[in-house]
């Protein structure tokens, strides 16, 4: 789901162009929702960044709302990117509805008015944010606004393979991964790596550091808004383990071995063919197992935590899709009615998460008893009501000060940062710059 690689600095750069644009076009902005009782219809489009299996679940869906508003034409467009869709919004071309991969386009797209402000329609309606995650609903609004709803949510834990971890437990603590990444990891006469216990490399799959941030209760930002990676300890803290158990494979070592492994979302995934024994990934991994490796016997349980934080085990990270009404929108009322429905609608909610096997976003779907959960799947909406899970807070620029980030590290885990504490005070200065740039 939110899993597609970030496009979002491209949706950034369109969606300023949207608020340029709609400084001087005719009139002063969207027209006002319509008055409560009124009927939409009439054409809508959606785009969204489903293909193959998952677009015929959310088309199925789609039909189900069409059946129930016959009055409204709705067209599904599909394999459709971030990128795509911030350069047609640019253009005032786009659809009236975006789903997007990724809420770090939330802060870009409800300040410049990309997507259009929600909270309209939200009161005329009465919908009920309550009903919605606080952690869910901080993802989907920016100062204040709230441009965007939730559709569906990503929380991400760890799978392990049954078979290679044999009657050990999956690991709770960052000395326990260790001790089982050393344990399960095999290699091969001449030194290279064959079945890797666990991958630290960061960039590798789903590793990043914001899978790690919560259980360590590191923090992006600082109440000012500056960026907090090198005054906050908990990212120094896990740099240092991280470095430490790549530098026990060797660095050179690791890079070979992943260069030889399938694609993420391929069936030749590592996991899923049994080269790495655990691995950290959403809770759609479930679906693509069930997919691409139906006889793979697995576990899920939540990312380890430091030792010294062992109480915020349970905890992790949050993220989601998040769709919203564009500027560009010529039938706004219909546009709502798809949004309203395809967020808070029990039933499609419930169909979604089971077709897509992500995490639903309202209580009521969560205590749906038509949701298919099993023990794999508890893990996480676990995760997603854990009182320290968190997910990335939104900034003017989406998600550069996390891609700053995440490139930085590839040089510090190669062993070329000298003074991890220097590189992580320069690295703020660098993001600094940018946000202030863009803000």
Same mark, same amino acid.
């Given at each position: 789901?939110?899993?597609?690689?970030?496009?979002?600095?491209?949706?950034?750069?369109?969606?300023?162009?949207?608020?340029?644009?709609?400084?001087?076009?005719?009139?002063?902005?969207p027209a006002?929702?319509?008055?409560?009782g009124?009927?939409?219809?009439?054409?809508?489009?959606?785009?969204?960044?489903?293909?193959?299996?998952?677009?015929?679940?959310?088309?199925?869906?789609v039909?189900?709302?069409?059946?129930?508003?016959?009055?409204?034409?709705?067209t599904?467009?599909?394999? %459709?990117?971030?990128?795509?869709?911030?350069?047609?919004?640019?253009?005032?071309?786009?659809?009236?509805?975006?789903?997007?991969?990724?809420?770090?386009?939330?802060?870009? /797209?409800?300040?410049?008015?990309?997507?259009?402000?929600?909270?309209?329609?939200?009161?005329?309606?009465?919908?009920?944010?309550?009903?919605?995650?606080?952690?869910?609903?901080?993802y989907?609004?920016?100062?204040?606004?709230?441009?965007?709803?939730?559709a569906?949510?990503?929380?991400?834990?760890?799978?392990?393979?049954?078979?290679?971890?044999?009657?050990?437990?999956?690991?709770?603590?960052?000395?326990?991964?260790?001790?089982?990444?050393?344990?399960?990891?095999?290699?091969?006469?001449?030194?290279?790596?064959?079945?890797?216990?666990?991958?630290?490399?960061?960039?590798?799959?789903?590793?990043?550091?914001?899978?790690?941030?919560?259980?360590?209760?590191?923090?992006?930002?600082?109440?000012?808004?500056? /960026?907090?990676?090198?005054?906050?300890?908990?990212?120094? %803290?896990?740099?240092?383990? %991280?470095?430490?158990?790549?530098?026990?494979?060797?660095?050179?070592?690791?890079?070979?071995?992943?260069?030889?492994?399938?694609?993420?979302?391929?069936?030749?995934?590592?996991? %899923?063919?049994?080269?790495?024994?655990?691995?950290?990934?959403?809770?759609?991994?479930?679906?693509?197992?069930?997919?691409?490796?139906?006889?793979?016997?697995?576990?899920?349980?939540?990312?380890?935590?430091?030792?010294?934080?062992?109480?915020?085990?349970?905890?992790?990270?949050?993220?989601?899709?998040?769709?919203?009404?564009?500027? /560009?929108?010529?039938?706004?009322?219909?546009?709502?009615?798809?949004?309203?429905?395809?967020?808070?609608?029990?039933?499609?909610?419930?169909?979604? /998460?089971?077709?897509?096997?992500?995490?639903?976003?309202?209580?009521?779907?969560?205590?749906?008893?038509?949701?298919?959960?099993?023990?794999?799947?508890?893990?996480?909406?676990?995760?997603?009501?854990?009182?320290?899970?968190?997910s990335t807070?939104?900034?003017?620029?989406?998600?550069?000060?996390?891609?700053?980030?995440?490139?930085?590290?590839?040089?510090?885990?190669?062993?070329?940062?000298?003074?991890?504490?220097?590189?992580?005070?320069?690295?703020?200065?660098?993001?600094?710059?940018?946000?202030?740039?863009?803000?």
């Amino acid at each position: 789901m939110s899993r597609r690689r970030r496009l979002v600095v491209t949706f950034v750069a369109a969606a300023t162009a949207v608020a340029v644009a709609g400084c001087t076009a005719a009139g002063s902005g969207p027209a006002a929702p319509a008055a409560p009782g009124t009927k939409a219809g009439g054409p809508v489009e959606i785009w969204n960044f489903y293909t193959d299996r998952e677009a015929q679940v959310f088309e199925s869906v789609v039909k189900d709302f069409q059946a129930a508003h016959p009055e409204i034409q709705v067209t599904v467009k599909g394999g %459709q990117d971030d990128e795509q869709m911030g350069r047609a919004v640019s253009a005032g071309e786009g659809p009236d509805v975006g789903l997007s991969y990724d809420t770090l386009v939330v802060g870009n /797209s409800c300040r410049t008015g990309a997507f259009r402000d929600l909270a309209p329609y939200i009161q005329r309606d009465g919908v009920d944010l309550n009903k919605i995650p606080a952690t869910v609903r901080a993802y989907t609004e920016f100062e204040g606004k709230r441009c965007a709803m939730p559709a569906l949510t990503d929380t991400y834990g760890l799978y392990y393979n049954k078979a290679l971890l044999g009657d050990r437990k999956p690991p709770k603590t960052w000395s326990e991964l260790t001790q089982l990444t050393k344990d399960l990891t095999k290699f091969a006469p001449n030194g290279d790596i064959e079945v890797a216990g666990f991958v630290p490399l960061l960039g590798f799959y789903e590793n990043q550091p914001s899978r790690f941030g919560p259980g360590v209760e590191a923090k992006w930002l600082e109440p000012d808004g500056t /960026s907090a990676l090198g005054s906050d300890p908990g990212w120094a %803290q896990f740099l240092t383990w %991280q470095k430490q158990l790549v530098d026990w494979y060797g660095y050179d070592k690791l890079q070979k071995f992943v260069a030889g492994l399938g694609q993420e979302y391929s069936a030749d995934n590592a996991f %899923q063919t049994g080269k790495v024994a655990i691995n950290i990934d959403g809770e759609y991994r479930i679906a693509f197992l069930k997919d691409q490796a139906p006889n793979l016997q697995f576990g899920t349980a939540p990312v380890p935590v430091p030792d010294d934080k062992a109480a915020n085990y349970g905890a992790g990270f949050i993220t989601g899709n998040i769709i919203g009404i564009t500027r /560009s929108s010529k039938n706004p009322e219909a546009a709502w009615e798809l949004v309203k429905y395809l967020t808070t609608d029990t039933g499609a909610l419930v169909k979604l /998460s089971n077709g897509l096997r992500n995490v639903p976003t309202t209580t009521d779907a969560l205590a749906s008893p038509d949701l298919q959960v099993g023990p794999e799947f508890q893990t996480f909406i676990d995760i997603l009501r854990h009182p320290k899970s968190s997910s990335t807070p939104a900034t003017a620029n989406g998600n550069a000060y996390i891609t700053a980030f995440t490139d930085w590290a590839q040089t510090w885990q190669s062993g070329k940062v000298a003074d991890l504490g220097a590189g992580l005070k320069e690295l703020d200065g660098q993001i600094d710059a940018a946000l202030k740039l863009n803000g």
